[in-house]
Nanobody
Framework: QVQLVESGGGLVQAGGSLRLSCAAS????????MAWHRQAPGKQRELVAG???????SYADSVKGRFTISRDNAKNTMYLQMNSLKPEDTAVYYC?????????????????WGQGTQVTVSS
């Protein structure tokens, strides 16, 4: 079964750091574009950072200079290093990836979402 599994969320004080991980599992040939999104209570889900298969990165203005997205293609895993966390970073963080995998005797590519991990930053 192809899936994305996140880990690394938790409770941290303002100014602290957390590192999120997102691992793709199953009969994966490769992970293509990958990204982190977040959704705070009462707000729409928003894009936080993205990374291409070649390593090009992009960030939302609100996290530039504080968050770093990276990936390990050999492990089909993506990371989000979050530093200088603020209370407004509190949200459920979701990873999303385009995954190419073997299914039904052929290669398929679909977008997948992780289950989400809670990040809470106290003031």
């Amino acid at each position: 079964q192809v899936q994305l599994v996140e880990s690394g969320g938790g409770l941290v004080q303002a100014g602290g750091s957390l590192r999120l991980s997102c691992a793709a599992s199953g009969a994966i040939l490769r992970a293509n574009n990958m990204a982190w999104h977040r959704q705070a209570p009462g707000k729409q889900r928003e894009l936080v950072a993205g990374i291409s298969s070649g390593g090009s990165t992009s960030y939302a203005d609100s996290v530039k200079g504080r968050f770093t997205i990276s990936r390990d293609n050999a492990k089909n895993t993506m990371y989000l290093q979050m530093n200088s966390l603020k209370p407004e970073d509190t949200a459920v963080y979701y990873c999303k990836a385009g995954l190419t995998y073997y299914g039904g005797g052929s290669l398929r590519t679909n977008d997948y979402w992780g289950q989400g991990t809670q990040v809470t930053v106290s003031s």
